[in-house]
């Protein structure tokens, strides 16, 4: 796959990643094609994976698809109940999967997966739980899907709270630094682009 | 807490880690308090949330809660399905999450919480996506909940496969060792008697 001009299907792509995500792989040559809940050329709620299946027919043949999705609720540890597990377990987790298995037949051979999770997996945060869940659990099915998939590739981006989002979000995160959304879709690139798999890149 | 004598909330009682652990812990002269589905002294299901509360209304007080519960699917990647990343999700993680929080208000205050997660969420296998899945979300979990319910702790275990179960399930796993269920039932005395949060122990 390579260097060579990708048809990339792009999910999430009204976010503040997915705006980037756009930028970037367009600017590398790349055909994007967006997907989103209300936006965008395809729209589709992956949190329902019924609604993958019809995404993938409707999108037809794709050499990588790269999702920006995912959603899980906030709140200091005592205040979550068995829902609030469940939705970040829907909300960032079960899409991103199935966006893997139902793709293995509409994805190019050689294509890619590309899962977004992020920092909180690893770096603890107060209210950060269900997030770090939902992170553990793409992380560790990435690594575990790849060995299934080959020559497709699956990888993860873990990114740290976006510097964009430092006004609303930073407060959450003390001396954590930040990451320009930019580079986080150089992250991106380098999963379509690269021959890696089984990866998650941390940045 | 120390290596006083405790009471030991044992979740999962009667498979093989739970009987190891049974015994290592009784051998300590802590007062191991069974748990299980069809045996031991008090009879749930912790997959189902709601029978948490009642669970630690029966038990009384705690200082620790041991967990060696845990079920998971296992199938190729391409055979799962939207229902057995749910049952994964149920079977592993949502119950173990639930003994924490709900847990807070019934466990000693400097007592702690030990779950089980499993080699899978690192070592991929072929048929292990979802056990990698469960493994990799109770993993981050324990992280992110250690900084918010100190001076309680939790901490997971992450075993090999079992010595003992080599017989049925030594194929799934070549050239990757094992592990003694005995030992294993060593790092959950570590985190039970120990000082250490947020920790996962592999061995």
């Known amino acids: 796959m390579t260097n060579r001009r990708q048809t990339v299907l792009l999910i999430g792509a009204s976010g503040t990643l997915g705006r980037a995500l756009h930028d970037t792989l367009t600017a590398r040559g790349h055909t994007v094609r967006t997907v989103g809940r209300f936006s965008g050329e395809l729209r589709y709620d992956i949190t329902d994976p019924s609604r993958i299946a019809a995404l993938y027919e409707a999108a037809g043949p794709v050499d990588a698809v790269v999702s920006a999705a995912g959603t899980v609720p906030y709140k200091p540890l005592a205040e979550f109940g068995p829902d609030d597990w469940r939705a970040a377990f829907t909300g960032k987790v079960l899409g991103q999967v199935e966006l893997v298995r139902q793709g293995l037949a509409h994805v190019a051979e050689r294509g890619s997966f590309t899962l977004i999770t992020g920092v909180l997996a690893h770096e603890p ?64 690139v380098r999963s379509v682009e690269g021959a890696q798999t089984g990866q998650v890149y941390r940045l």
């Open 125 to 188: 945060i107060v209210t950060g739980a269900a997030a770090a869940l939902a992170n553990g659990a793409v992380e560790a099915f990435v690594r575990a899907a790849a060995v299934e998939i080959a020559p497709r590739r699956v990888n993860a981006v873990s990114p740290n709270v976006f510097t964009e989002s430092l006004d609303v979000y930073g407060d959450f995160f003390p001396g954590m630094g930040s990451v320009p959304s930019a580079r986080v879709a150089e992250a991106y």
